[in-house]
């Protein structure tokens, strides 16, 4: 049984910092490209970030690009979100993602495989 499980989420005051992780577990995830998405209350699920199965290569959505970060431990299985200076508008349930594409494919997120349950992140202002 696949599963990925996000973690990190919470309160937080805009400006700070934090960062997701998302384990995954149930088969082995070193060929997948692994990210996230965000989905905001009364929106569409957004693409946030992934990384290539090496570790090598990542991109961002050009919207948080200058705050976020992605990358991965192959060894834990695990891929995290580092977010910077966050914002009000950041507000919003973290999906981890998993899949074998990597690349614009993800700009879709019906194209993706398997999902987490979300954590939420939530910035006041």
């Known amino acids: 049984q696949v599963q990925l499980v996000e973690s990190g989420g919470g309160l937080v005051q805009a400006g700070d910092s934090l960062r997701l992780s998302c384990a995954a577990s149930?088969?082995?995830?070193?060929?997948?490209?692994l990210g996230w998405f965000r989905q905001a209350p009364g929106k569409e699920r957004e693409f946030v970030a992934a990384?290539?199965?090496?570790?090598?290569?990542?991109f961002v959505a050009d919207s948080v690009k200058a705050r976020f970060t992605a990358s991965r431990d192959n060894a834990k299985n695990t891929v995290y979100l580092r977010m910077n200076s966050l914002k009000p508008e950041d507000t919003a349930v973290y999906y981890c993602?998993?899949?074998?594409?990597?690349?614009?494919?993800?700009?879709?997120?019906?194209?993706?495989?398997?999902w987490g349950k979300g954590t939420l992140v939530t910035v006041s202002s």
């Open positions: 993602a998993a899949d074998l594409t990597y690349g614009s494919s993800w700009y879709n997120y019906k194209a993706i495989e398997y």
């Open positions: 149930g088969r082995t995830f070193s060929r997948y490209g």
């Open positions: 990384v290539h199965w090496s570790g090598g290569s990542t």
